[in-house]
């Protein structure tokens, strides 16, 4: 963890950095490449769609203009679409810029804050950079939030309990009669925040719906385009909350906060381009199902996901997970080491296009065989 000098805040070296997973063009120039596959970060393969694009493409020659109406247009269209008021909407520049804006809203130097310890980092490291004092708490051995233990955590100090449906890195969705049970007898000082950002891929039946809760619960959910309509590059998320929670928010947030290129996308996939992702959602709902017939034949024990990756313990004998990852990666596939989060010995992965995932498959045999 970095130190730095007196003159900067005290949290920020408590706080860690956000590591990015490893890019094509860095793993092909470290081991000299032809061919890289990445499946790292969860990223969508087949996208941006056909209407999306073009979108993009027309707004460059507007783009010496802010993008007030456009915006406004944005926020109308993902009220429409959640059976929402725009006065329940709000942007931001990818899921990550409104987590750090919806700590800012929240949190004062002292107050708790409960996450899943192996859930997305950056809700313990924005919480501690505010002055947060962070309570990890282990998800159970099914990988499900342990939704008892954080009920006998919340204290007067409580503020906030963040929580990732389906989960990064395991892909599980936690159970939704406990999740709403879990709400239904939640302190009234007590905020949650979902993030939701793989929602798309899950199975909407077993999904907890926390939309039903706004204006009767303190809950704030988080959603991005850059998942399932594939617009990771565009950078643009948005959250959904009572106007109160709203007005705040754009209160806390830079004006501007997106791009007109990133809502030209966002706005042309809303209207026109759902079929398309609505195929490539089938293709990788498939293929991750192919997927883990595949590693459970090579003695993986692989979580039951419900988003666009997959999360497998290794088979018995074989090497930890970051000697894995590395010979992997000198073979020219890219896969997440889950060290970091405390499974040292499982790796994630994302479901990309068939041939990248037979490509993976056959790197993965001579690797696990050497």
Same mark, same amino acid.
């Given at each position: ?20 997973? $490893?890019?094509? +063009? $860095? ?19 087949? =996208? ?41 909407? =709000? ?28 859930? #997305? ?26 939704? +008892? ?14 929580? &990732? ?22 302190? +009234? ?5 979902? +993030? $939701? ?51 705040? #928010? ?18 042309? =996939? ?22 883990? $017939? ?43 080491? &889950?060290?970091?989060?405390? #499974? ?27």
């Amino acid at each position: 963890m970095a130190k730095f000098d007196a003159t900067f805040r005290n949290e920020v070296n408590v706080t860690q950095p956000y590591i990015q997973g $490893e890019t094509e +063009d $860095e793993v092909a120039r470290k081991y000299h490449l032809d061919k890289v596959v990445k499946l790292g970060s969860n990223e969508n393969p087949y =996208a941006p769609y056909y209407h999306s694009k073009n979108a993009m493409i027309r707004s460059i020659s507007t783009l010496n203009r802010y993008p007030e109406d456009d915006f406004v247009n944005l926020i109308q269209l993902l009220a429409d679409e959640n059976g929402l008021k725009p006065e329940n909407v =709000a942007l931001g520049s990818g899921a990550g810029n409104i987590i750090e804006t919806v700590a800012k809203m929240f949190i004062n130097a002292g107050d708790e804050v409960l996450i899943a310890k192996q859930s #997305y980092r950056l809700y313990r490291e924005v919480s501690r950079l505010m002055g947060a004092k962070v309570i990890e708490i282990p998800l159970t051995d099914d990988y499900q939030f342990d939704l +008892d233990d954080f009920q006998q955590k919340i204290t007067d100090k409580t503020k906030l309990i963040w929580i &990732c449906n389906p989960n990064n890195p395991t892909g599980t969705l936690t159970d939704a009669a406990k999740l709403e049970a879990f709400m239904d007898h939640l302190p +009234d000082n007590v905020w949650v925040i979902v +993030d $939701e950002a793989y929602a798309q891929f899950a199975d909407h039946l077993s999904l907890a719906n926390f939309l039903r809760y706004i204006g009767h619960k303190r809950v704030m959910v988080i959603r991005t385009f850059s998942k399932f309509y594939g617009l990771a590059g565009a950078r643009l998320g948005y959250v959904l909350g009572d106007p109160e929670a709203i007005q705040a #928010y754009d209160t806390v947030t830079e004006p501007f906060n997106t791009n007109r290129t990133a809502i030209a996308g966002a706005s042309a =996939a809303l209207q026109f381009d759902q079929i398309e992702s609505n195929k490539a959602r089938k293709k990788i709902l498939g293929d991750r199902e192919g997927l883990v $017939e595949s590693l459970g034949l090579l003695g993986f024990r692989v979580a039951p996901s419900q988003a666009n990756f997959v999360f497998a313990q290794l088979p018995d004998g074989a090497p930890d997970a970051t000697t894995v990852v590395n010979a992997l990666m000198k073979n020219g596939v890219i896969v997440r080491d &889950c060290t970091p989060w405390g #499974y040292p010995h499982h790796i994630r992965v994302t479901v990309g296009t068939h041939a990248e995932l037979e490509f993976f498959l056959s790197k993965l045999t001579e690797v696990l065989s050497n």
